[in-house]
């Protein structure tokens, strides 16, 4: 049997496999989530920052007291959280531990809002809970100065991600990260040993549990345990594992090229749409976004900025009046006015029709959004396992009329903001 073959006779035992644990999950009545009837599995305000203050909470209606908070710090004794240059800390949580905490969640600091704080009279801890947001500018380091400024405690901040990536916002300050696929999933383990003769939290727990195993597209026990019987009888696939990978991340390159290919073509149906200049001409630019304009009327005209859509580092697609390289310097009094009016605009139209708003002016290329952005995708082909919705025809022209949609709304917003920016109505310090 051909690597391709072999390839192919695991994929289909493979899929045969999910197939059956969906059937047994339908079978038990086990698809019904609680967690996931109410809210988005990737809500991480809503769901998962409260959630987990609740349990980390000791005066949290749980009523178990430090139970789970206790277990946390032992599953980050064992499960070594890494520090800012990618090595196992050595911080022993033994200490932390004894304490007595008061756990609040969103806390609002002169540094930004801390989504949770677990202060003693000694210790201090920030958790930044991100799942699919984005990093604001300058946020983890301006966390590690809150707690620089708490000069009688020590703690640490915890970045805590998905799957333990990077943060991208420490400029060299030291913080350590988890994530939810080890440390999260190991911590819930322990509560739900700990819980087993509470039913009522131990089923909450279970439920739990599976969102995170569902953000983390963790097969269940049996369908993992049978895949793994699967793999050991097929040895040479092991080896070509590596090589499967790299395919599929230069195949997710290749598709988002595709992408904003057929974008830009759908896009240039009803507006004037350029390829932006590469921020830096020696550098090879794979998805270097596009400029749009109007075409019956062109209300950017005149100004130092343009419309753009392109893909971030974190491969999300936003949309924004953004500068063309770089700020403008000196702005005339007139346009920065009328830039801070339309941004307070744009911001309460976006707020009153539910529309996403990111007041970030700062953006990953060092350029200026005067009046923010808008999300447009998130985790857009940003994961090999992002990438069956893009190998649809279907599916992929349908999510490039959604984004066709989406455009058109936002540029209805900015048109109107600058209209009120300039008509002086509405005020600049909201």
Not at 379 to 388: A, C, P, V, Y
Request: proline fraction near 4%.
């Amino acid at each position: 049997m051909t690597a391709t073959q072999e390839l192919k006779t695991l994929s289909d035992e493979i899929h045969e496999l999910q197939v059956c644990s969906e059937e047994r999950l339908k079978a038990q009545h086990g698809r019904f989530n609680v967690f996931t009837t109410l809210l988005s599995a990737h809500d991480e305000v809503r769901l998962h920052t409260r959630f987990i203050h609740e349990l980390l909470n000791p005066a949290g209606t749980h009523d178990c007291g430090k139970l789970f908070l206790k277990l946390f710090f032992e599953t980050l004794q064992k499960y070594k959280a890494l520090e800012h240059d990618d090595s196992p800390t050595s911080e022993s949580w033994t200490n932390y531990s004894e304490q007595n905490y008061s756990v609040r969640k969103e806390v609002r600091k002169d540094q930004g809002q801390l989504d949770l704080l677990l202060e003693s009279d000694s210790h201090l801890l920030v958790i930044e809970n991100k799942i699919e947001a984005y990093e604001q500018p300058n946020q983890i380091e301006r966390y590690v100065e809150y707690l620089e400024s708490q000069k009688t405690k020590v703690g640490q901040v915890i970045y805590l991600t998905l799957d333990g990536k990077p943060a991208e916002t420490h400029n060299g300050k030291a913080y350590l990260r988890i994530s939810f696929r080890e440390h999260i999933m190991a911590w819930l383990e322990r509560c739900l040993q700990a819980t087993d003769q509470i039913v009522s939290i131990n089923q909450v727990l279970i439920q739990y549990k599976k969102v995170v195993q569902q953000l983390g597209k963790t097969a269940d026990h049996e369908t993992m345990k049978a895949i793994k019987e699967l793999l050991r009888t097929t040895p040479n696939f092991i080896s070509q594992i590596p090589l499967l990978i790299s395919a599929a991340d230069s195949l997710r390159q290749d598709l988002l090229v595709e992408f904003m290919r057929d974008l830009k073509n759908k896009l240039s149906q009803q507006f004037d749409v350029t390829d932006r200049p590469g921020m830096k001409p020696q550098d090879e630019e794979p998805f270097p976004g596009l400029v749009i304009q109007p075409r019956d009327y062109d209300f950017t005209q005149n100004m130092p900025y343009s419309i753009w859509v392109e893909v971030t580092p974190f491969n999300s697609l936003v949309i924004g009046l953004e500068a063309k390289w770089q700020r403008p310097s000196p702005l005339s009094a007139e346009m920065a006015k009328s830039l801070s009016t339309a941004k307070a605009s744009l911001g309460q139209q976006s707020q009153a029709k539910k529309y996403h708003y990111a007041t970030a002016e700062k953006t990953w290329t060092g350029t200026y959004w005067p009046v923010g952005w808008h999300d447009l995708a998130k985790n857009f082909i940003r994961h090999i396992d992002d990438l069956s919705p893009f190998l649809d025809e279907q599916k992929r022209a349908k999510r490039i009329d959604e984004i066709d949609q989406d455009v058109s709304k936002y540029l209805e917003l900015l048109k109107d903001s600058l209209k009120i920016a300039k008509e002086g109505d509405i005020s600049t310090d909201q």
